[in-house]
């Protein structure tokens, strides 16, 4: 089984930038997709970015779609989301979420492994 850790959430100024991780333990992510979810209060957790195994291919929702960059390192099983241009409406909980696949996939139902979570607050 795998555990993720997402890290690096914190408080962000409207228009900063800020860079999500998710490092995973007990498991090589290399051949799994991999994808970042939210969570804000009284909303449904949200898909937002996913990339596949081998990070030449990711795929984004339409908000987030040239501000947000999700990439990967396998050599150190991590996954990243690199947030620009950060929007008031970006407050939540992100999520990284491991794919049952090593393609592309935007359904939770698809991930099978989730981390804690990680908090972006963002002033405006």
């Known amino acids: 089984q795998v555990q993720l850790v997402e890290s690096g959430g914190g408080l962000v100024q409207a228009g900063g930038s800020l860079r999500l991780s998710c490092a995973a333990s007990g498991r090589t992510l290399s051949v799994y997709g991999m994808a970042w979810f939210r969570q804000a209060p009284g909303k449904e957790r949200e898909f937002v970015a996913a990339?596949?195994?081998?990070?030449?291919?990711?795929y984004y929702v339409d908000s987030v779609k040239g501000r947000f960059t999700i990439s990967r390192d396998n050599a150190k099983n991590t996954v990243y989301l690199q947030m620009n241009k950060v929007k008031p409406e970006d407050a939540a909980v992100y999520y990284c979420a491991k794919a049952r696949v090593g393609t592309i996939r935007t359904s939770w139902a698809d991930f099978e492994s989730w981390g804690q979570g990680t908090q972006v607050t963002v002033s405006s």
């Open positions: 990339i596949n195994w081998i990070g030449d291919r990711t």
